[in-house]
């Protein structure tokens, strides 16, 4: 192996680029020319990526987001635009490549290992955690102490003024960010995507928790089956007149900042493991981490299953729940 292509694609997520740096410095380590490509499958298309040195990754540990750039490119759900793709890949002689992404990356690495006969591996890289073989994305760790410094915040406020605060978090297809950082964050509910939301139960809860207490906060993902924050404080309201109620969307700042001791540690376990992997022959597979193992999923399995939160967690915050 001479020569391994690395870029990071979909959503950015804290901690891509401590997998971009100890990809770089494992190549470099192993006599292998580290090749990075710019925005993604965008940047394969367009003909963007460079031979990385070691000043390309010094003093980047720290910082959210991606040196490399990321992009959602439509052009490379087609064939043609794939084909542009390979050709660049050829012409720079690449022998391996690392994608650090969600699912739609991975899908996106496994066409393209069917249609060019190159090893792929794939690294998870997305603050939703929602990928199947692994516990922990890169990213998610960072995601969540985000969230729950915000939700520290929110808390402050609504103790002050006996509020009932409804607070959205990230989270379309899965409800892991909401789960763990509502415990975290010792929120009295959460709603998330893989639990029907009861409205009526959720407004006795309310009535209930609320009893003596001078705050609440209901931890909502944003792919609720019953809407977004907003539209649940508003579904509650007519039954809930004497409350207080709030709304607050954190939005993009989840993604950003850096990147957590877990996250830093994972990212640079994981992008020295997918070198080595390469070196070993191995093809398309995905790296994921249980308990504190480093293990390996193929890309086709990882893309194909669903990853879902552990359930345990809601009956743990329903235990707490103040009665
Ligand atoms: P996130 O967790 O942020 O959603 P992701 O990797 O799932 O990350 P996507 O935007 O879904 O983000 O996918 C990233 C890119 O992968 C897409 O922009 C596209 O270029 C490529 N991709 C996704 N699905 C396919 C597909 N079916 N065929 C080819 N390429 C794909």
Do not use: W
Request: hydrophobic fraction near 40%; include cysteine.
């Amino acid at each position: 192996m001479k020569k391994i292509a690395l870029l990071t694609s979909g959503g950015d997520s804290p901690g891509m680029n401590a997998a971009i740096r100890s990809i770089v410095k494992t190549c470099l380590n192993k006599k292998i020319v580290p090749f990075g490509i710019f925005d993604g499958y965008q940047g394969m298309i367009d003909g963007r990526g460079k031979n990385m040195k070691y000043s390309d990754v010094d003093n980047i540990i720290q910082y959210g987001g991606t040196i490399l750039g990321s992009a959602r490119c439509k052009e490379f759900l087609e064939i043609e635009g794939r084909q542009k793709a390979i050709k660049f890949l050829k012409e720079n002689e690449v022998e391996g490549l690392i994608v650090i992404g969600g699912d739609g990356t991975f899908t996106g690495a496994k066409i393209l290992g069917q249609e060019m006969n190159i090893p792929i591996i794939g690294l998870p890289g997305t603050i939703d955690n929602d990928i199947y073989g692994t516990d922990y994305t890169i990213g998610f760790d960072t995601a969540l102490n985000t969230v729950i410094s915000a939700v520290d915040k929110i808390r402050d406020t609504a103790s002050s003024h006996h509020r009932v605060f409804f607070v959205e978090v990230m989270g379309r297809d899965a409800g892991f960010i909401a789960l763990y950082s509502a415990i975290a964050s010792g929120a009295e509910s959460v709603l998330i995507p893989e639990e029907i939301t009861d409205i009526p139960r959720l407004v006795e809860n309310i009535k209930n928790q609320n009893k003596g207490r001078r705050s609440t906060i209901i931890l909502v993902a944003e792919g609720d089956d019953e809407g977004h924050a907003l539209d649940i404080m508003n579904k509650v309201r007519p039954f809930l007149l004497e409350y207080d109620l709030r709304h607050s969307v954190l939005g993009h700042m989840q993604r950003g900042g850096s990147p957590s001791v877990q996250d830093r540690i994972l990212a640079t376990r994981m992008g020295n493991y997918a070198v080595d992997l390469l070196i070993e022959n191995n093809s398309n597979i995905t790296i994921g981490v249980r308990g504190t193992e480093l293990i390996t999923c193929s890309i086709a399995e990882a893309i194909k299953e669903h990853a879902s939160p552990d359930l345990a967690y809601l009956k743990l915050i329903e235990t707490l729940r103040t009665k």
